[in-house]
């Protein structure tokens, strides 16, 4: 039984009524395709590159929402699979309450192929917004766009992004000196990635924004892929050169991880070596791609570890 793609009001929503039971719509059967990301009314978006994207190949069509009616859910819900993304932005988010004056750029995952835009995303903005930090979400370049040296499309896209963000500081309310990244799975490779490939950009300077640093103040890598030698070993990719010049950072990941928690701990043991503040949260279970989103196992409960590391490092306030 196929999932009914109701039109109300112009927006494209899902049917989900009447999940799970015998004869009854599952969850995978419910769902119909959904139109491509946008981001919702009232927030800021800017196209990072006004001139057209640096070593910009031919779209593959425009973009779309790839999750199907077979995809799983996660913690009960469906996953916006944006791809075929070839003019990157960013999107404001700013707390609706009191503001700590801090930033993050948040980078989705997705193998560089897709972009979890809600699961990695927006849910994730939502969540800085509701402790006072101010989100800027990057939709990057998919697909083929990483991990970097493969290519450096997704890093182009985050280096300029940091630069947006700490040009627009005074505009936006938030203290240039505390912009951090957050990344997921491949948005994780990505936090590691900019924060060891900040002193030189990787295309030529647009404007002025490209004066700025694009290196983070912090960096919070949630199930990171691809930090392991890809002949094998768990030796830290050669792309990845850690210097005590790299920011201070949080890892998770969970043991049953199928991309292996070695790309975390190969990471952590490279900035201990640096002398970088560094914080690793190894789990026994969860697997990866969870998001925010609620499951059974501890790990989930990780934004509140990453909280609590914002304070103790002074970008929240005082650590204790």
Not at 119 to 144: A, D, F, H, M
Not at 216 to 245: E, K, M, Q, R
């Amino acid at each position: 039984m196929r999932g009914s793609l109701v039109l109300l009001v112009g927006v494209v929503a899902i049917a989900m009524s009447g999940f799970g039971g015998s004869g009854k719509k599952s969850g995978h059967e419910a769902r119909a395709e959904q139109a491509a990301w946008a981001p919702p009314a009232g927030h800021v978006t800017l196209k990072l590159w006004p001139n057209g994207a640096p070593d910009a190949t031919p779209p593959a069509g425009p973009e779309k929402n790839m999750t199907r009616a077979t995809d799983p859910f996660t913690g009960g819900k469906p996953v916006m699979r944006l791809t075929n993304v070839s003019t990157p932005t960013i999107t404001l988010y700013q707390p609706k309450g009191k503001s700590t004056g801090a930033a993050v750029v948040v980078f989705p995952g997705g193998g560089y192929q897709i972009l979890a835009m809600d699961l990695e995303g927006t849910e994730v903005c939502q969540w800085l917004n509701s402790i006072g930090v101010t989100c800027v979400l990057l939709k990057y370049r998919v697909p083929g766009s990483g991990p970097y040296p493969k290519s450096a499309q997704a890093l182009q896209d985050a280096q300029r992004a940091v630069g947006m963000v700490r040009a627009r500081a005074a505009q936006w309310k938030i203290d240039p000196h505390r912009v951090g990244v957050l990344g997921f799975s491949a948005g994780g490779y990505l936090v590691a990635a900019l924060s060891t490939h900040y002193d030189r950009r990787l295309y030529a300077a647009v404007d002025a924004t490209d004066q700025q640093s694009c290196r983070p103040d912090f960096a919070v890598a949630i199930y990171p892929a691809y930090l392991t030698d890809p002949d094998g070993t768990v030796n830290l990719a050669p792309a990845i050169s850690v210097t005590s010049d790299t920011p201070p950072t949080f890892l998770l990941q969970t043991e049953d991880d199928p991309f292996h928690a070695e790309s975390a701990i190969a990471y952590f043991e490279a900035l201990k070596k640096a002398k970088v503040p560094a914080e690793l949260h190894v789990y026994a279970k969860g697997g990866h791609g969870y998001g925010l989103r609620r499951t059974k196992f501890p790990v989930t409960r990780w934004p509140q570890l990453v909280e609590t590391w914002l304070h103790t490092i002074r970008v929240l306030g005082s650590g204790s």
